[in-house]
Nanobody
Framework: VQLVESGGGLVQPGGSLPLSCAAS????????LSWYRQAPGKERELVAS????????QYADSVKGRFTISRDNAKNSVYLQMNSLRPEDTAVYYC???????????WGQGTQVTVSS
């Protein structure tokens, strides 16, 4: 089982950055996919999640209207489009998969996002 994030990097405040997560080793379409983030000295927090078929998504209040989560079950991938980035969005972003009915979860290794001028 693998979840591999990509797309992190350094971006200026107000900029945009797309993140991708490629999954393998499990039946992707049976899983709820989420993005979490963890800033230095802070607990990991849920940023956004999307249902197994992509019919519904949820966002943390801090990113509503700025971030968009999407998935492509044919490509076993989930995405996070981040717009209007702020310095407080700086964190390691993690891809997470949770089975829709079973207690099975997987984490990616994380990708660093730094928002700074």
């Amino acid at each position: 089982v693998q979840l591999v994030e990509s797309g992190g990097g350094l971006v200026q405040p107000g900029g945009s950055l797309p993140l991708s997560c490629a999954a393998s080793g499990f039946t992707f379409s049976n899983y709820v996919l989420s993005w979490y983030r963890q800033a230095p000295g802070k607990e990991r927090e849920l940023v956004a999640s999307i249902t197994s078929v992509g019919s519904s998504s949820q966002y943390a209040d801090s990113v509503k209207g700025r971030f968009t989560i999407s998935r492509d079950n044919a490509k076993n991938s989930v995405y996070l489009q981040m717009n209007s980035l702020r310095p407080e969005d700086t964190a390691v972003y993690y891809c997470h998969a949770r089975h829709a009915r079973l207690s099975v979860r997987y984490w990616g290794q994380g990708t660093q996002v730094t928002v700074s001028s």
